[in-house]
């Protein structure tokens, strides 16, 4: 998944007020994209997940003139991340803002990671640049990841959305089927397991049982939590539950938000997924197809 970056690489985000050095890496967004130098490295089968693409990040060194607003971000291993929270910078030669939802192919994984963390980070900052409570401008905590308000002293934390993926099967011997579905409204939409953000008020399992009722009319039973993933191109912390169903397997779509969705046997299901390295979908996906049941047992 897109937050396995390694052992070399491990994912420090405490706050520090850290002074951004030459060798430090700096995010910065603008153009719906984050300034890198992408290189194809060539010929490479786009659909297995593997794109080709190499993405390179400029350091605060590699930048002609420095940012006047930059940030503390987080740590990759020994590596520091800034953001630029100015509304342009000037570009390295080589470097263009390139968009973040594309960038979800290239190598490495870990800066990979770091544009799209960053990217969240970068989205929260730029909405609160004025307080909601008030409307006086911000100002940046200066030593905790806050925003705070001078006037009423309102305090903002980092946004974080948690949605749902659900894996509903159903088993009887050596019949093992799992839903996938396609959305409506994208031509290459891949496809997918039942997903959903939660609603106020909402525990987690209400939100899988909410979901697939209303993706695919199935009353579901038996739900197992099994990992969580960060996916900041959404803002969202995506929770995975395999599920069963309970009762009549007939699916009921919901056309407006759903192109297909169908029961699929193990063979059945298409190895689209099979490179997808970055995605929990993808991983239930391909575990699913591997194991049957004993994915979750
Ligand atoms: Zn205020």
Redesign the pocket.
């Given at each position: 998944m897109i937050q396995e970056v390694g052992p070399e690489h491990v994912f420090d985000n405490r706050f520090e007020p850290h002074e951004c050095g030459l060798d430090d890496y700096v995010l910065h967004y603008a153009q719906g994209g984050c300034l890198a130098r992408v290189t194809h490295v060539g010929g490479a089968d786009a659909d297995a997940g593997d794109s080709g693409e190499e993405v390179e990040l400029p350091t605060l060194a590699d930048l002609p003139r420095p940012p006047a607003r930059l940030t503390y971000a987080f740590s990759l291993g020994e590596r520091r991340f800034f953001l630029a929270l100015d509304d342009s910078v000037s570009a390295p030669r080589g470097f263009a803002y390139a968009p973040v939802s594309w960038l979800r192919r290239a190598e490495p994984q870990h800066l990979l990671f770091a544009v799209a963390t960053g990217s969240q980070l970068d989205r929260w900052y730029r909405a609160n640049r004025f307080?909601?409570?008030?409307?006086?401008r911000?100002e940046l905590a200066p030593r905790s990841r806050e925003i705070v308000?001078?006037?009423?002293?309102?305090v903002v934390y980092p946004k974080i959305c948690p949605g749902v993926i659900c894996a509903v099967t159903w088993c009887d011997g050596d019949d093992e089927r799992i839903v996938l579905t396609r959305y409506a409204g994208r031509t290459t939409a891949l496809w997918a397991l039942v997903a959903g953000f939660t609603e106020v008020g909402e525990p987690l399992e209400d939100t899988v049982r909410r979901e697939v009722m209303e993706e695919v009319g199935l009353a579901v039973k038996n739900l197992r939590f099994y990992k969580s993933q960060p996916w900041s191109f959404t803002d969202t912390l995506l929770v995975g539950f395999w599920c069963e169903v309970d009762g009549d397997p007939a699916i009921t779509l919901d056309r407006t938000e759903l192109k297909e969705a169908r029961w699929f046997s193990r063979a059945e299901i298409p190895l689209e997924r099979t490179g997808d390295r970055t995605s929990l979908t993808g991983e239930m996906i391909e575990r699913f197809r591997l194991m049957g049941r004993a994915a979750w047992a």
């Open positions: 307080c909601g409570r008030c409307g006086a911000t308000c001078p006037e009423c002293a309102a």
